[in-house]
């Protein structure tokens, strides 16, 4: 069964970074496509990043600038690079995997920007 898991959320002051990971286990296909989410408290899920194996990225005009989203291909997961991080980050982050024609989701990871 496919399990895709988020890490590296956590406590950062305004200005600070963070590195998120997203990896998908129990498959022997590649990641394809990884697009990350996040959703803060009281609002919907609001897309962030895609970022496809083939090279091909886009950003959410919200982060665009201080995210860098890639594929990690050791680990078959995704990463997302944070930087300059501001309050209004603060939020659960989510990986969405599509390994072959299906689509993933992890469980998220709590980003939380406060001085």
């Known amino acids: 069964q496919v399990q895709v898991v988020e890490s590296g959320g956590g406590l950062v002051q305004p200005g600070g970074s963070l590195r998120l990971s997203c990896v998908a286990s129990?498959?022997?296909?590649?990641?394809?496509?990884v697009v990350w989410y996040r959703q803060a408290q009281g609002n919907q899920r609001e897309w962030i990043a895609t970022?496809?194996?083939?090279?091909?990225?886009n950003y959410a005009d919200s982060v665009k600038g201080r995210l860098a989203v890639s594929i990690d291909n050791a680990k078959n997961g995704g990463i997302l690079q944070m930087n300059n991080l501001h309050l209004e980050d603060t939020a659960v982050y989510y990986c969405?995997?599509?390994?072959?024609?299906?689509?993933?989701w992890g469980e998220g990871t709590q980003v939380t920007v406060n001085s």
């Open positions: 969405k995997a599509t390994i072959r024609t299906r689509k993933y």
């Open positions: 129990g498959t022997a296909f590649d990641m394809n496509i």
């Open positions: 970022r496809l194996r083939a090279g091909a990225y």
